[in-house]
């Protein structure tokens, strides 16, 4: 058991929410627009940046919360002899900026990382393969930071970074070579931490999947595509290097920035793009599976699953939940019904969520 003592204080429809006595596999049913994703989206606010639907803060805010809200929970980690209690969320006299609490002492989202391994898997996420590159960069980046919380400054910083370069790089006056190259040295450092903490992930990734039997979920083969030098040393020199074509684009024109996650289905050899939904949906699901037993063996670990069991089939559904078992993680599911899971509805903790509220089953 990884979370439980979850509050949630005007978040979105939940005026005033609390799960206890969570259990490895949570399940939460309820129709449409009860509010179960809900409930999964105040969750993945502890894992470092914007949560699983990427909401601008102020959409989160019920309105009976004037513009605020909070959520807290309390985990059980493996280190510490007392659990530790985690909070976040906004308040209404300064909207737009996220507080977060570790033990009642501000904190920064990016330590969040260092406490808690968080990953998710939406119905939004089943254009994955099909929208840009961006989106799997920050998918990589997503699931990085659930084995190695460091990933996240990096990315930070880079971002940064690439922004203050591209500003002098499109502005009308010659940018100074020196402020140049003090941007340069910033970037090549945690860029080349970026590039290989990506790196790291994927091969990561692909050694688990390749101990798994192919069925009965696809078997996805990665590779990591980098945009740029993976050494900080070449880094920094192509970026030096690329000075005039950058500046005649007005953007960096190569770097982690470029990254692209390339995703094929194992047997028939087609880009992911191209498979089928259901060939699609396959393979996030195995990727998820298997990120989320690597990132168990760390610290603790959370699974967010969004009406995954209503795409697949008895066997598939069989299997999801023996590897769920499995996975050392703490897993929460939603669902319309809890007929589609039968088989685990006894040693689960099952909630039916009714307009923002829940009651324990």
């Not at 809900?38 to 009976?64: C, K, Q, T, V």
């Not at 084995?147 to 880079?158: G, I, K, T």
């Not at 699901?285 to 168990?296: G, R, S, Y």
Request: charged content about 25%.
């Amino acid at each position: 058991m990884a979370l439980d003592r979850i509050t949630l204080s005007t978040f979105r429809n939940h005026a005033g929410t609390q799960l206890d006595h969570t259990r490895q596999l949570n399940l939460l049913v309820g129709e449409n627009g009860a509010g179960k994703t809900n409930i999964l989206e105040a969750l993945s606010l502890f894992a470092p940046g914007r949560g699983m639907r990427r909401a601008a803060l102020a959409d989160m805010a019920g309105h009976a919360g004037q513009g605020g809200f909070a959520a807290s929970v309390t985990l059980d980690t493996r280190d510490e002899a007392e659990p530790v209690k985690l909070g976040t969320g906004m308040a209404a006299d300064r909207p737009g900026r996220r507080i977060v609490q570790v033990n009642g002492a501000e904190a920064s989202a990016i330590s969040l990382g260092e406490w808690l391994a968080v990953g998710w898997l939406t119905p939004a996420m089943d254009r994955l393969f099909a929208e840009s590159a961006g989106t799997r960069r920050r998918y990589m980046d997503r699931l990085a930071v659930a084995l190695e919380p460091e990933h996240a400054r990096n990315a930070s910083r880079y971002e940064a970074a690439l922004r203050e370069r591209n500003k002098l790089l499109s502005d009308d006056m010659e940018p100074d070579p020196s402020w140049l190259d003090s941007i340069e040295t910033q970037m090549a450092l945690v860029g080349a931490g970026l590039a290989q903490g990506r790196a790291r992930l994927v091969g990561a990734l692909t050694a688990r999947l390749t101990e798994l039997p192919e069925a009965p979920f696809a078997h996805p083969l990665l590779s990591y595509c980098p945009g740029g030098a993976l050494t900080q040393a070449d880094l920094a020199a192509q970026l030096r290097e690329n000075r005039s074509r950058d500046r005649a684009a007005q953007r960096t024109l190569s770097g982690p920035h470029r990254d692209e996650l390339g995703v094929t289905m194992a047997g028939k050899d087609m880009p992911a793009a191209e498979c089928s939904t259901g060939e699609q949906k396959a393979m996030l699901v195995a990727i998820t599976l298997a990120h989320a037993e690597l990132a168990a063996r760390g610290r603790p670990g959370v699974l967010l699953l969004d009406e995954v069991a209503a795409h697949l089939d008895p066997v598939r559904r069989e299997a999801l939940f023996a590897r769920l078992r499995d996975s050392g993680t703490q897993v929460w599911l939603t669902g319309t019904e809890p007929a589609p899971f039968e088989a685990i509805l006894e040693e689960a903790a099952v909630w039916r969520v009714t307009g923002g509220a829940v009651e324990r089953l």
